[in-house]
């Protein structure tokens, strides 16, 4: 089974960027989509951006619209997250999975993410 292993956080000021990475390893990736989900202190795990890879059709969630951009390349089970103009609000640990309707695959430790003020 897929494991999936994201990479590419850290700590940023407020404007910068970050750049994701997630790597997938053992079996393939969705074969219809990959997304980005976050979680941040004492909430629920949200959809971030997914890519299918069909068409390459992506879809935002409305908090990261405009600033960030999911990336990657199925075939080599890898999928990315371009992070620009990062505000504190976006302080989360980001993880990589197959969205709705994929069956979910195990989930990876994830990456930090923390935008200072």
């Known amino acids: 089974q897929v494991q999936l292993v994201e990479s590419g956080g850290g700590l940023v000021q407020a404007g910068g960027s970050l750049r994701l990475s997630c790597a997938g390893s053992?079996?393939?990736?969705?074969?219809?989509?990959m997304a980005w989900f976050r979680q941040a202190p004492g909430k629920e795990r949200k959809f971030v951006a997914s890519?299918?890879?069909?068409?390459?059709?992506?879809i935002y969630a409305d908090s990261v619209k405009g600033r960030f951009t999911i990336s990657g390349d199925n075939a080599k089970n890898t999928v990315y997250l371009q992070m620009n103009n990062l505000s504190p609000e976006d302080t989360a640990v980001y993880y990589c999975?197959?969205?709705?309707?994929?069956?979910?695959?195990?989930w990876g430790q994830g990456t930090q993410v923390t935008v200072s003020s």
């Open positions: 999975n197959a969205p709705f309707p994929s069956t979910p695959l195990p």
């Open positions: 053992g079996s393939s990736f969705s074969s219809y989509a």
């Open positions: 890519i299918r890879w069909t068409g390459d059709e992506t």
